[in-house]
């Protein structure tokens, strides 16, 4: 006999199954993201607040999803707005984050999709949990991004008048 869900159970449900094995899609983030976005791996401290706003992404998300925590209540990795900062100081494009950003999210739903499906047939639920999940994802990326382009910004804005000043 199956569980019947709902589309919040088996959201929390596909959470707390895929929590234990975190360590394996934050590497895969991170491989995905040495392949595709270099430019936050070629300084050794960029690199390593990169590492580390991963593995704080993905357990935060992981942990709102399963006890229904609203998206902008999760609030970034302090690290992420001087990861921002640097990447800002030492001239490299945001995009690079909003990539990151996106492709992080990608694999993250991904597995969170393969997670409901494993744990019903039910179409039902299935659908309703995808639709929230997709809320859900995208209201987290638009508050996490946007505080990360702001401080990159800051910082931006920052040089530039120093940059003023000295002339």
Request: glycine letters at 2%; proline letters at 5%; aromatic letters at 6%.
């Amino acid at each position: 006999m199956g569980v019947d869900f709902t589309a919040d159970s088996l959201l929390s449900r596909a959470a707390h199954e895929l929590s234990p094995r975190a360590h394996e899609l934050i590497h895969d983030v991170k491989q995905c993201l040495r392949r595709e976005v270099p430019e936050l791996w070629d300084e050794p401290d960029i690199a390593q607040m990169t590492a580390e706003n991963v593995a704080e992404h993905v357990v935060a998300i992981l942990f709102g999803i399963e006890h229904d925590i609203e998206p902008r209540r999760i609030n970034p990795p302090a690290a992420d707005a001087e990861r921002a900062r640097r990447l800002a100081q030492r001239g490299k494009p945001v995009t690079a984050t909003l990539r990151a950003f996106r492709l992080a999210q990608g694999l993250v739903l991904d597995r969170l999709l393969e997670e409901l499906s494993r744990l019903t047939s039910d179409a039902e639920p299935i659908n309703a949990a995808t639709r929230k999940l997709i809320a859900l994802a995208t209201e987290y990326m638009d508050h996490t991004s946007e505080t990360g382009v702001l401080a990159f910004q800051d910082e931006r804005d920052r040089q530039v008048q120093w940059r003023l000043f000295q002339w």
